[in-house]
């Protein structure tokens, strides 16, 4: 049975401002309590139905973690999706160290991406594309948002992400790193030279990379729209920030191969 | 003023079934109404606030649609998305003939794509890249959920969508054509052989290609996933069905250069 006391901690946890002060976060769905039982982080509790608890027990007593068996009915009182799930893990926020000074691998640095479905998904395309690095603005959508965890998959667990101011940060590279950015005008990635490391800058959502990040950036590149017929030129405006990252990094990749 | 028989055709238009009854779709959102104002789709109404109106006059009458004024607390009453928008069209669901039997381009099939937001990227990737014809399989979403209007972002208005029964489709195709699918245990797509022409198939959600479309395919290809150092070779799972379809796409483009 869950206290009203357990009941309100969750809760508080939907929010940024109580995520900081316990430096605790929720991870929820079977899927997803599953990885973080696997990974490095420290879970402290799990709340889950009976069922699950039965299924999961070998997982759950390796792991030394405490649990509380609720009905589908509490879960509802502290579900963060819009329909409950079987289990929800309360865990620590880890404490994070500086970004990396030595670029030795492809790193994506986020200026400012604010929909925490496109976060999620960005860490889920750099999981598959073995991308360990992550860079958030400081003012990108939260990693620990609910509606980030729910769509990284658990891929978070998996990448380093850190948040900094992304203008120090660049400025403190060493001058030889490349720093890409993606701009309506820049050379076509499917012909451009891309280094094995360096930076790809994703920009906001609708104003893409601001004026600040831009003048760090080394080299401009595009994906061109195709075009088969020169008398019907009109095509969608630009492509999501997802869908551009996945892109991006799948010709990165290509080239390594 | 907005009567309440107008509010409540408005509001049926969000059920498919209504749409099916009535033959119309919703539009809203500044830019996908202008969009659809532009576009080859005969607009019935358009309702928004004075503003809007006074700012797209010219467009409103130079296409001679009928328009109403409203207040923003009017637009709350007939909305579709979370919060109003300054304008929504009512829109006819043009007729379609059935799908093209001669496959002279890349076509995009979907196998039972469930989730609006995907449908709509989905979309809008087909208009980047160039993808006049996208087929649905009759259990995918409604084209005309507003949802997927919405994550179209006017692309939908480009590209010719049927909805049909896809095996039938698949099975009246030449046996030249080819059909290309994404499988785990498929072709690297960076490295496969990749014909200008021919339907890539683009599967479920959460069980990816169904079996009896699978039988159809002549091409099995995949995206690899990067892994650098065999011994840490846990990865993402898989990815989204919007990215994959992105990441394909993007591949065929690239090699018709």
């Known amino acids: 049975l869950l206290s009203s006391n357990q009941v309100k901690h969750i ?72 329909s409950p799930s079987p289990a929800l893990a309360v865990a620590e926020i880890p404490e994070m160290t500086g970004p990396p000074t030595l670029i030795n691998d492809l ?25 360990k690095t992550i860079i958030c603005s400081e003012s990108s959508v939260d990693l620990y948002n609910p509606k980030v965890m729910q769509a990284t998959m658990g891929s978070a667990f998996r990448i380093n992400i850190f948040y900094t101011d992304l203008k120090k940060f660049l400025s403190s590279l060493s001058p030889e790193v490349k720093i890409y950015g993606t701009f309506a005008q820049g050379d076509s990635i499917y012909s451009t030279p891309l280094e094995k490391q360096g930076i790809i800058i994703i920009g906001n959502e609708s104003s893409g990379i601001s004026n600040e990040i831009s003048l760090k950036v080394t080299d401009r590149i595009s994906i061109p729209a195709y075009i088969k017929d020169s008398r019907h030129t009109d095509h969608a405006e630009s492509l999501n920030a997802s869908i551009a990252t996945a892109i991006i990094c799948s010709e990165f990749r290509r080239r390594m191969g």
Chains 1, 2 share one sequence.
């Open 11 to 82: 809760n508080s946890l939907k929010q940024k401002k109580f995520r900081e002060i316990y430096r605790q976060f929720l991870a929820e769905g079977s899927k997803l309590v599953k990885e973080i039982l696997e990974s490095q982080y420290k879970v402290l509790n799990v709340y889950a139905i009976a069922d699950w608890l039965k299924q999961n027990e070998d997982i759950l007593l390796s792991n030394q973690v405490s649990f509380v068996e609720v009905s589908l009915g509490e879960m509802e009182r502290i579900t963060a999706l819009s």
């Open 107 to 131: 790193v994506l640095a986020l200026d400012d991406i604010r929909d925490p479905g496109n976060l999620g998904t960005i860490i889920r395309i750099a999981d598959w594309f073995g991308i």
